[in-house]
């Protein structure tokens, strides 16, 4: 298999290394950046997420990450031993790692857009209506091509300020869901972050978590509403009932207005 990928024509930039994968800024010719992530694959390759990366590259939803190019960079690839070197590298104290890659591994990789943001677990001030709005809009797009995202988790909610929006990134662990019995699955594993943000951020946090009953009950709303038309004032209200009475929810409209809700209600 040949691939239209060459790492000649982009400039890399290290940016992240996990276990089993290497993520660069990779910046073409003209300047453009986009992002590249390999995946390092010790044994026989799952193609389920890769499917899951090619569909996305028909999807163009804003809070989904755009996936421009996706393909697998074989042992007989004319750049994979330099590849191969890249991927044992350890960026971390500039010597070679202690793992390294079986030979005649082939190395999946996606090309994506480059979100110039910063991760829902790294940013200091979340509003978590916007927040749910664009995670549950994503979440309802992903579910009407059948796709699981399985991995929602904050490291991979990214906020883009340039234009107001998070970003669902990592694929890795998605796939097609056939038989639609997984549906639920991203919506539960957003609660999870939602309750997490609102720990962490929440400014009045007194009355708020052992107010089980009102997670529950927005829970419960937020999950019926997945598939009907989301309204933002729908989600004001079921968050302020989560929140209880002093919590003051700001929410950020398209064109620079802000308004203030508080109690349920439209203050500002
Ligand atoms: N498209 C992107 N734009 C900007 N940053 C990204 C992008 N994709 C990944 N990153 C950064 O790299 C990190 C790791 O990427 P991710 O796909 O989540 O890999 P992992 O499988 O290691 O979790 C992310 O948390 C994010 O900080
Ligand atoms: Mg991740």
Known sequence: MTSPFSLF????????????????KATDMTGKQFVVKFTLVYGNYDPAAHEVYSELMTINHPNLVKVFEVGIIMPQHPEYKQLYNMMNWD?????????????????????????DGVSVDNKSEIEPISLCQDMLA???VLQNHSIVHDDVQTQNILFDPTNNRYVLIDFDLSYHDADGEDTHRDVDLFMEVLLHVLRVNQPVT?????????????????????????????????LSQLLGGDYVLTLPLEHGVTEVWQHGVRIQ
Do not use: C
């Not at 400039?11 to 994968?21: G, I, K, S, T």
């Not at 960026?91 to 979100?115: F, K, Q, R």
């Not at 937020?222 to 729908?234: K, N, R």
């Open 91 to 115: 960026y971390d104290n500039g010597s070679v790692a202690e793992v390294s890659l079986p030979t005649n591994t082939a190395i999946p990789y996606v090309l994506m857009e480059y979100i």
């Open 9 to 24: 024509s982009y400039n890399l930039q290290f940016m992240h290394e996990a276990e089993d994968a290497k993520v660069f």
């Open 206 to 238: 007194n009355s708020l978590l052992p107010n089980t009953t009102a997670i529950n009950k927005f829970y419960n709303a937020t999950v019926t509403m997945i598939s009907p038309d989301l309204g933002v004032d729908d989600y004001t209200t079921l």
């Open 138 to 140: 994503a979440i309802k």
